[in-house]
């Protein structure tokens, strides 16, 4: 669902501009009435610049006259026919500095116990290279002698739900959150 745009801006265009009730204002905008009525008395809100939601398109003329002669009906964004921006889910995200040294124990983990999985899963899990999977695979890697294996959920180098459709895709099987809890625990 689309939100409006500034919606303090909003307001004040609207409560100037409008015969509109403080009530119906706080509910397009999502402000309490009370703030709504701090804003027209001038005690907050001070300095903010009037946006017109008519003329960026999130309002229709019709809908304010309608919202004006009836002081019960409540404001409608006006749809818009903008397709929406796609949010990006897949993939690697960003691993903080602190965290990148866990990617050798997590790939290890990943080698270890789940030989099936491919190494672009796995470049698409932990956010690495072939070369570093490769390594840790063949135990050349130049850290190997500290490297353990440790669980890439837990590290928080990748979900758990993506970790199971990655082992599933790739015709594992995938254990529950008890099993892993319960392997941490080892030593």
Request: hydrophobic share 40%; glycine share 6%.
């Amino acid at each position: 669902m689309t939100q409006l745009l500034m919606p303090k801006a909003t307001a004040v265009w609207l409560i100037d501009n409008t015969a509109l009730s403080f009530d119906q204002i706080g509910a397009f905008c999502n402000l309490h009435p009370l703030e709504v009525q701090s804003i027209a008395d001038g005690e907050a809100g001070v300095g903010i610049q009037g946006y017109d939601p008519i003329l960026n398109g999130q309002l229709t003329r019709a809908e304010l006259d309608r919202c004006e002669a009836d002081h019960t009906a409540v404001l409608v964004l006006a749809s818009s026919h903008l397709p929406t921006p796609n949010r990006r889910t897949k993939g690697p995200r960003y691993v903080p500095v602190a965290r990148r040294g866990d990617k050798p124990d997590a790939i290890m983990w990943l080698v270890k116990h789940h030989s099936e999985l491919k190494d672009s899963q796995i470049i698409k899990l932990i956010g690495t290279t072939k070369e570093t999977i490769a390594k840790i695979r063949d135990r050349s890697h130049w850290n190997i002698a500290n490297i353990t294996a440790k669980h890439p959920a837990m590290l928080g180098l990748c979900r758990q739900d993506d970790l199971n459709a990655a082992i599933e895709k790739a015709g594992g099987s995938t254990q529950t959150e008890e099993q892993v809890s319960n392997m941490s625990e080892l030593p």
